[in-house]
Each structure stands twice: as structure tokens, then as C-alpha cells.
């Protein structure tokens, strides 16, 4: 009797544990809405805001990531621009870490990520249920962190690591 008690507090402790990590990653995810009103959230530089991202990609219809071209290293501070097809710009940004999820309505966007003065763009139309992934790498002297060496609990994207 006392060793299921002692698995169920076990797994409690284990639950109370994972949620502080969430919670504590997500004080570092930068989270907000455009101008338009498009919800918003950007970071991922460590596990437990990779963490914390992958649960709430599902409500975003665009997912991007930036990332060092030679190393897969990802990126900070990459300015982000997206207009829309009326050329009204919705999002313009510096990331606060590698990933952009942000929930647009249907339509078509053109998506530009800066770095360094180069500049790299792609199209994409969100279709009702849609789930856009763009993807910009950089020449960039990036190293990859030591704990990106450990297996990512989840990446925004659904891989191990992007």
C-alpha cells in the first residue's frame, strides 16, 4: 500500500517540478499582439522555453525559426518583418530568441528576416487549419550551446532539434 502512495507522490512532485520549468522559461519568452492585434510570442534559447513553445505552437498559423547557416547554432536578435498583401506591415521586430510564433489571419504574407545587413525572404499564404513553418539561416559565427547537445523536449516544429 505505501509503495503506490509513495509513486503517486512521486509523480506529483515530478508534475509540480515540470510546471515551474514551464512557468520559469515562459518569463523569458517574449509574448505580446501587433498593432492588428495578431497574437505573438517569441524566444526558445533554452530547453524550457523550447518547452513552453511546443506546447502553444498549435495555436499559431506561422511558425519561424532563425538559425547559424555552417553550425545550426540559432540566432537572436534577427529583425523579422511580415506584410501582408495589402503591403501593411503586421509584425516588425528584433527576436528575443530563435523562434516567431504568431497567429495570423488568412491571407498572403511576405516574411523578411534580417541579420548582419544581409536580408532573406519568403512567401506564404495561411489557409483555414494552416501550420506555416519558414525557416532563415544566417553566415553567422554561431556556436551551438553545450545543453543543445542534449536531447530538445520539444521543439516548436515537432523535431528534435529544427
Do not use: N
Amino acid at each position: 500500500m505505501k509503495k503506490p502512495l509513495r509513486r503517486i507522490a512521486m509523480g506529483a512532485i515530478q508534475c509540480f517540478v515540470g510546471t515551474l520549468c514551464l512557468v520559469a522559461g515562459a518569463q523569458a519568452v517574449q509574448e505580446g499582439k501587433t498593432a492588428q492585434g495578431y497574437a505573438y510570442v517569441s524566444g526558445g534559447v533554452s530547453q524550457a522555453e523550447q518547452a513552453y513553445l511546443h506546447a502553444r505552437r498549435e495555436s499559431f498559423s506561422l511558425w519561424a525559426v532563425t538559425a547559424a547557416k555552417k553550425t545550426g547554432a540559432y540566432l537572436v536578435d534577427v529583425r523579422v518583418k511580415i506584410t501582408d498583401a495589402q503591403l501593411r506591415v503586421v509584425f516588425d521586430a528584433p527576436l528575443d530568441g530563435p523562434w516567431l510564433l504568431i497567429d495570423l489571419p488568412l491571407g498572403r504574407y511576405d516574411i523578411q528576416a534580417s541579420l548582419g545587413g544581409e536580408t532573406q525572404r519568403t512567401v506564404t499564404t495561411i489557409h483555414p487549419g494552416d501550420h506555416h513553418q519558414a525557416f532563415f539561416y544566417f553566415p553567422a559565427d554561431a556556436e551551438v550551446s553545450p545543453e543543445r547537445d542534449q536531447p530538445t523536449p520539444g521543439s516548436p516544429y515537432g523535431g528534435k532539434k529544427p
